[in-house]
């Protein structure tokens, strides 16, 4: 499932690297997918609606075994 998830960021990467962000996968275990948002992404004050409401959104759509997507530093 973690190449899975993998392929499914590198397709939202670019959005967020048009943006001055980036995404970091840092793991993916019993459905919860947990990334470290970069660059511009990571002090940003959306940065907690880009992760639910766009990545999370996205990954969910794409792979319905995940359950949620979480934020780590």
Do not use: H
């Not at 993998?6 to 275990?29: T, W």
Request: charged share 35%; net charge negative.
């Amino acid at each position: 499932m973690q190449d899975k998830v993998q392929a499914v960021i590198d397709k939202i990467r670019p959005s967020l690297q048009a943006d001055g962000g980036d995404l970091e996968l840092v793991s993916v275990e019993d459905g919860v997918v947990k990334v470290r948002l970069q660059g511009a992404c990571k002090g940003c004050p959306m940065s907690q609606m880009t992760l639910k409401n766009g990545i999370e959104k996205i990954l969910k759509k794409e792979i319905p075994e995940v359950d949620r997507v979480e934020g780590v530093e």
